[in-house]
């Protein structure tokens, strides 16, 4: 008779595009004993994520987060704060708590300043998206080999970091780890400014007397170029609170650049504007066959990756074992040999994690026969 699957519960709080993506990507893993449970504010996208398989079940917040290893907001930014205040009172000790959101530095405040010293928080955001939203767009694929930034406090725990870069790994995203405000910065370089533009593009256009004629001439340049124009409003607003001032930062020198540009049209400079389009060209063709990338933060193959994102159960059951005997110190220690032997005495806390890696590279290995199996069939 085979030995029973110990239970591990994620919560995924929110569960729209991206939410709702990581849900689907987990459940494909198929890692093992792990329970998806969601929570949404709309009942209706509890339902929908059951449906699609993004989860196993849905349940209200309070009791979804109570007893969870970790705790995954995919919540939009605007509604952040209010999910770590909710959360707070019911989280289990020794939780790990990560979020999706697209600014860092804000939600890294309210994270110190809301959550209980007992759990630990690693921000995260997965460079990823569409400008649809709603768990009917959510894709397993989202995040494949896309960035996914992992930005730790100083008081995130190793096993914490580990398991979110674990995650991220899971989720096929390939895991940066990346300081709160450095985050915030670039993500208005890359992701904020280039919604600013479309949006003031569009409107330019939308806006003219002309637009019924510009309108019927526009083809797929202009909504390649607008595309993010139909980003959900109320996360744009969001973005706009919490990165205001790096925006105004890049939207000063788009608009040096634009200038620039300009002058060199006006001056009739044909020579310096097509060296300035042929090198931009040449750029971004190289920009797109080979993307810069930081060193990975974790290699080697997918069994590898799923330990990484295990550990934050290891380390709970740990926890729950050690608390179980903190009553009784002289357990807390014990010897593997006769009295004066020189070798070293492991305590109890340090068997117990062997063990349950133990527990852990036989349930490996049980997948790997079972898969091998399948592909014997």
């Known amino acids: 008779m085979s030995e029973k699957t110990e239970t591990r519960r994620v919560v995924i709080v929110g569960l729209g595009l991206i939410g709702g993506s990581i849900g689907l990507r987990l459940k494909a893993a198929e890692l093992p004993g792990l329970e998806i449970v969601g929570t949404d504010a709309d009942r209706s996208n509890e339902r929908a994520a059951k449906k699609s398989g993004a989860i196993d079940r849905g349940v209200h917040l309070t009791e979804a987060v109570r007893d969870a290893q970790l705790v995954i907001i995919a919540v939009p930014i605007s509604a952040l704060r209010d999910v770590f205040t909710a ?3 019911n989280l289990a000790e020794g939780a790990v708590v990560t979020d999706t959101a697209s600014t860092k530095g804000e939600v890294m405040k309210w994270a110190a300043e809301l959550l209980p010293d007992s759990v630990s928080f690693v921000g995260g955001h997965p460079m990823a998206g569409k400008e649809q939203t709603g768990i009917g767009h959510a894709d397993a694929a989202l995040f494949e080999g896309r960035a996914y930034c992992v930005c730790p406090t100083v008081s995130s725990s190793p096993a914490a970091i580990k ?4 995650l991220a790994q899971t989720l096929g995203a390939e895991p940066v780890f990346i300081d709160a405000e450095e985050h915030d910065v670039y993500a208005a370089a890359i992701s904020h400014l280039p919604l600013i533009t479309a949006t003031a593009l569009f409107r330019l256009l939308r806006e003219s007397p002309s637009w019924p004629d510009l309108g019927q001439l526009a083809s797929t340049g202009l909504q390649d170029m607008t595309r993010l124009a139909s980003t959900d409003p109320s996360m744009s607003n969001a973005i706009w609170k919490t990165n205001r001032e790096s925006i105004i930062r890049w939207i000063d020198r788009f608009s040096e650049e634009l200038t620039r ?3 060199m049209l006006s001056d009739a400079k044909d020579e310096e504007l097509f060296k300035l389009f042929a090198e931009v060209k040449l750029q971004h063709d190289e920009f797109v066959a080979n993307p810069p990338r930081r060193e990975s933060t974790a290699t080697g193959p997918e069994v590898d990756r799923q ?9 709970g059951m740990l926890a729950d074992n050690i608390r179980r005997v903190s009553k009784i ?8 040999g006769e ?3 020189e070798k070293r005495r492991l305590s109890l806390g340090e068997k117990m994690e062997e063990g349950i890696r133990a527990d852990l590279e036989k349930m490996e290995r049980e997948r790997e026969e079972k898969a091998k199996k399948k592909g014997d069939r």
């Open 339 to 341: 009295p004066g032997d």
């Open 261 to 263: 540009i300009r002058e």
């Open 329 to 336: 110190p002289e357990l807390m220690e014990t010897s593997d």
């Open 87 to 89: 959360i707070a009172p």
């Open 163 to 166: 398991s979110v870069v674990g």
């Open 307 to 315: 330990r990484a994102f295990l550990d934050v159960f290891v380390g």
